[in-house]
């Protein structure tokens, strides 16, 4: 199933997106926003990546296939290593960006990008999480998720990169 993995906002209603079969490129979303319902989005960097690799703004979604038709780029060479200082970077700036614009979205999305390349059930294991339910429910975009979940399954996906770089190391 495609995936968007990675999206950053580049300017006006542009985005860079790289998508899980390693295509990475622009799109541009101006025709999408210059209509209804999408027009009626008052502030276009206020999007969240959903669980099936979508981006939703405030209940518009838009698919990673339709994305993918129009996203300008090419294939890129998909790192299946893990760089856990980066993960580890990735996690605080999240964290920071979080608290700056009071959404907690944020953090959300990035601690569940590495859930996903982990895999919840081994994560939550590492976690020490008793309640699955409530691991997948601070992970769901539409909840608002708790903090302490959040952190214990950021920590427990650094562990496990660290974890597999001495196993492969």
Do not use: C
């Not at 580049?10 to 101006?30: H, R, V």
């Not at 890129?76 to 907690?104: H, L, N």
């Amino acid at each position: 199933m495609l995936k968007i993995i990675d999206v950053e906002w580049i300017g006006d209603q542009k985005l860079e997106l790289t998508f899980n079969d390693g295509y990475q490129g622009q799109a541009d979303l101006s025709l999408y926003f210059s209509n209804v319902p999408f027009s009626e989005v008052s502030d276009f960097k206020k999007f969240s990546l959903t669980t099936d690799g979508s981006l939703n703004w405030s209940g518009n979604e838009l698919s990673a296939a339709t994305l993918r038709a129009i996203t300008q780029g090419e294939h890129k060479t998909i790192e299946t290593g893990f760089d856990v200082k980066e993960m580890e970077t990735v996690i605080k700036q999240a964290s920071w960006d979080s608290m700056q614009e009071g959404r907690p979205d944020i953090l959300q999305a990035a601690v569940r990008s590495y859930v996903e390349q982990f895999g919840h059930s081994q994560v939550i294991a590492k976690a020490g999480i008793k309640s699955r339910t409530s691991a997948y429910r601070s992970l769901k975009p539409e909840t608002t998720p708790n903090f302490a979940t959040l952190v214990q399954l950021g920590h427990a996906v650094i562990e496990l990169a660290k974890d597999r770089l001495k196993q492969t190391g």
